[in-house]
């Protein structure tokens, strides 16, 4: 009787606790949310890399929790960022449901837009009011066109450079596995690699980041020690840049109507020899919500003449700049004319960075800034009467100059290499002269038509001696009159 009373009382305990737990099915769940556990001196180091910052150029951002503000409804942050040889330090106030920046100093503004779209990221799917459990089979959907599941992708144990963690992935797979480490116990991943979604190819990282190092310190670490730097050794008297408050924007078609070209500028009034900040997409004119993949352009500053002040993709030692999924942001150091700066932006075409691109929706979008005078001491900039010209004047029976844009200079290159062909380079050359993007002078009474003449081997030779700087513009133009005055290259006049 003693033993069929405690086995009714055993059982009936079960079921119990059995609808308890039913009852709260997720009592032993690990949530978690970006910035949970976050308090004052908590710092924490990464190497990071984010597409819309310069293509994914790898840089160093750390911070660290001064306090908290005085409503009690955020952290300040002193964040640093190390980009290069530019070294950049200010207070972000980020919110404490999610970490997104509520407030940045204007020279870190940036830096805490990369630090949003990696660091703190999945704050879009769990907050400190829905956090989500880490073993999840259902965190949402990306953003993309089709958008994949977020989901836990199971444990694992992770060694970065800050040391070895248990981490739970969040994750989905399109192509690639896109993969977040999360520890339970950090207020942040301790490594991630997301990839852009593109429609065909190889997808280029989207963001990188690993943990460098972690803790907590009552006082100032010895890491942020440092003091900000003028970009590319411009003047420390130079504004820097704010997108929010001090920029302006537009969008124009290219010349040739293959696209249409969104730009926004900062600061809206920018002096010679400081830096200048742009953000670009390139978008379809048939529907500005989609962009152009694989874009290879580039951004040149010129005279009231049309000649060639800088490249900015020379000056970074580049044929040209590069936006993997059609945006890039990229900050420059004006060099240009007062009291305005002539700028163009050329659309050279598409194709993976550094080979000969498909010209199809080549273009240029040309636009001025009101530009201010340099700052005592800085001679990057170029006043209105000391203008440098690389225009060449060809000396055959003619008077009129030769102007040839050093983006030129690209298809030059290709064609004395293989990499284009024949009728690629001429109809390269054809559209620009017909355009007017280059004047060629043409001898009095000319006639030419179409041929279809070989291309002489001189010519293919010129074009890479050109392209490399081994002979001047005159001798490049007199390979073009060559074509053009034997029926090779036509002219409609």
């Not at 490249?311 to 040209?320: P, T």
């Not at 030059?412 to 380079?425: P, R, V, Y």
């Amino acid at each position: 009787m003693k033993s069929g009373s405690f086995l009714l009382v055993t059982v009936a305990a079960s079921v119990i606790m059995i609808g308890a737990l039913a009852a709260v099915p997720n009592a032993f769940a690990v949530t978690w949310y970006p910035g949970e556990g976050l308090k004052q001196g908590d710092y924490y180091r990464y190497n990071v890399c984010w597409t819309d910052w310069h293509n994914c150029d790898p840089l160093e951002i750390d911070f660290w929790v001064k306090n908290q503000t005085s409503d009690g409804t955020g952290l300040n942050l002193e964040m640093l960022a190390i980009d290069g040889s530019t070294v950049q330090k200010g207070i972000v106030t980020i919110g404490t449901v999610t970490p997104d920046p509520i407030y940045s100093d204007p020279n870190i503004s940036d830096y805490s837009s990369v630090y949003k779209n990696t660091l703190a990221w999945l704050d879009a799917f769990s907050t400190k009011i829905s956090a989500q459990d880490l073993g999840s089979p259902a965190w949402g959907r990306t953003g993309s066109v089709g958008g994949q599941t977020v989901a836990s992708m199971g444990q694992q144990s992770v060694t970065v450079p800050a040391g070895t963690f248990n981490t739970w992935i969040i994750g989905w797979h399109k192509d690639v596995d896109n993969m977040i480490w999360v520890a339970p116990n950090l207020a942040f991943p301790v490594k991630a690699i997301v990839y852009t979604d593109v429609t065909s190819g190889t997808p280029p990282p989207d963001y990188t980041l690993q943990l460098i190092q972690q803790g907590n310190s009552p006082t100032e670490p010895s890491f942020l020690n440092v003091t900000s730097t003028g970009l590319g050794g411009s003047n420390p008297n130079c504004p820097a840049s704010d997108m929010v408050n001090d920029a302006t924007q537009a969008t124009a078609t290219t010349d040739s109507n293959s696209m249409i070209i969104f730009y926004r500028f900062s600061p809206s009034t920018p002096h010679l020899g400081c830096p200048m900040e742009f953000r670009l997409s390139f978008e379809k004119v048939f529907d500005q919500t989609q962009k152009y993949s694989n874009v290879q352009y580039n951004i040149y500053t010129v005279d009231n003449q049309g000649n060639q002040i800088d490249s900015i993709a020379q000056d970074s030692g580049r044929d040209s700049l590069f936006a993997p999924v059609g945006d890039d942001d990229l900050t420059i150091i004006l060099k240009g004319t007062t009291p305005v700066t002539n700028f163009v932006i050329a659309a050279l075409g598409t194709g993976p960075q550094g080979s000969a691109p498909d010209t199809s929706i080549a273009g240029l979008v040309n636009f001025t800034v009101n530009t201010l005078p340099p700052f005592g001491g800085n001679t990057t900039g170029t006043n209105s009467g000391t203008q440098p010209s690389t225009t060449a004047t060809s000396s055959a029976n003619t008077t009129q100059s030769t102007v040839i844009p050093a983006w030129i200079k690209n298809n030059a290159k290709w064609w004395s290499q293989g990499q284009i062909g024949d009728d690629q380079f001429v109809q390269g050359i054809q559209y620009m002269i017909q355009n007017g993007i280059i004047q060629i002078p043409v001898q009095s009474g000319s006639n030419a038509t179409a041929g279809t003449q070989q291309i002489p081997a001189w010519i293919k030779n010129n074009a890479g001696w050109w392209a490399s700087g081994q002979i001047g513009d005159d001798q490049f133009v007199q390979g073009l009159q060559y074509m053009i005055e034997n029926g090779i290259i036509k002219i409609n006049s």
